[in-house]
């Protein structure tokens, strides 16, 4: 069974860093803002369906009409092995993601402020077994997120800004554990449905964050503990036609978001480099579904 999906997603992306709530004077922060414009996305997905194999291929893509420095863009890859073994069930994705906005730094002291563009790259890859049904999950995300952002090396007794802050672009790598509750992929490779569709995973994990300009300062950056969210809840329905061709149409709300917290406990020297930041990636969605 082949379908193909053509949609609409309104895309909203907001970015904070936070690491300047650890500092113990709050006119050391340099306050950070991201910006990239909301607005629509168009999406595109295809789904295959042949005996115990499942492959679902999206990509989204989001211009803004104002800036071409104002971009989103993902292509997400899934693979499920589907009641090969009786609730068994085996699924792989990946997941690219690449974005550009703007970026805001203000410096507390003394109300210095600084403007420029940012570019992030995300790379995900997650493997999920569905051992006693097929909706509950388990799994393991692998995961890494490149960004510019404000750093501070503190003094781990007393939390005093020890000499060094700015901005700098920051590689994150770590890995999450993970528990997923999902009817989305059986309802994609569906062709008669009528009712609620939905995906909600959570993770928790570590991040390891170094510099991609100053390997020397990669020594005194804390470690992370992170956790994240990836909801889609929503409608579907699809008609089963009489003859070789079905329809359907989706309607629901995505809601993606993560949140980093600097672990200076995890750096055995007298000072740590702390960065955080939250993320969130959210906005409603419509599909129209063609199946063959």
């Given at each position: 069974m082949l379908s193909v999906d053509a949609g609409m997603w309104y895309?909203?992306?907001?970015?904070?860093s936070t690491a300047s709530d650890m500092l113990k004077n709050a006119s050391d922060a340099i306050n950070t803002t991201y910006n990239i414009e909301s607005s629509l996305a168009y999406v595109m997905k295809l789904n295959l369906k042949y005996k115990y194999l499942s492959w679902s291929t999206e990509y989204y893509n989001k211009a803004s009409a104002s800036s071409s420095a104002d971009e989103a863009s993902g292509l997400n890859i899934g693979i499920s092995l589907l009641d090969y073994i009786p609730y068994i069930n085996v699924e792989m994705k990946y997941v690219k993601a690449d974005f550009k906005g703007g970026i805001n730094a203000i410096r507390a002291s003394d109300g210095a402020t600084s403007d420029g563009s940012f570019a992030t790259t995300l790379n995900i890859a997650d493997i999920i077994i569905y051992p006693f049904n097929d909706y509950l999950g388990f799994g393991y995300r692998s995961y890494e997120y490149e960004v510019p952002q404000d750093l501070y090396l503190i003094d781990n007794s007393d939390g005093t800004l020890a000499g060094i802050s700015g901005i700098d672009d920051i590689n994150y790598k770590g890995s999450f554990y993970t528990v997923v509750l999902d009817n989305k992929r059986i309802v994609d490779v569906k062709t008669n449905y009528n009712g609620l569709v939905y995906s909600a995973s959570y993770g928790i994990g570590k991040l390891s964050p170094t510099s991609t300009t100053n390997a020397a300062l990669n020594k005194y950056y804390a470690e992370?503990?992170?956790?994240?969210?990836?909801?889609?809840?929503?409608?579907?329905?699809?008609?089963?036609?009489?003859?070789?061709?079905?329809?359907?149409?989706?309607?629901?709300?995505?809601?993606?978001?993560?949140?980093?917290?600097?672990n200076k406990a995890s750096n055995s020297d007298n000072y740590s480099l702390i960065t955080e930041f939250n993320t969130e990636f959210h906005g409603p969605i419509i599909n129209l579904t063609l199946s063959y």
């Open positions: 895309i909203s992306w907001n970015q904070a992370s503990d992170a956790q994240y969210y990836d909801v889609l809840v929503g409608y579907a329905y699809k008609v089963k036609s009489k003859d070789s061709f079905d329809y359907g149409v989706t309607v629901g709300y995505r809601y993606n978001k993560i949140v980093t917290s600097a």
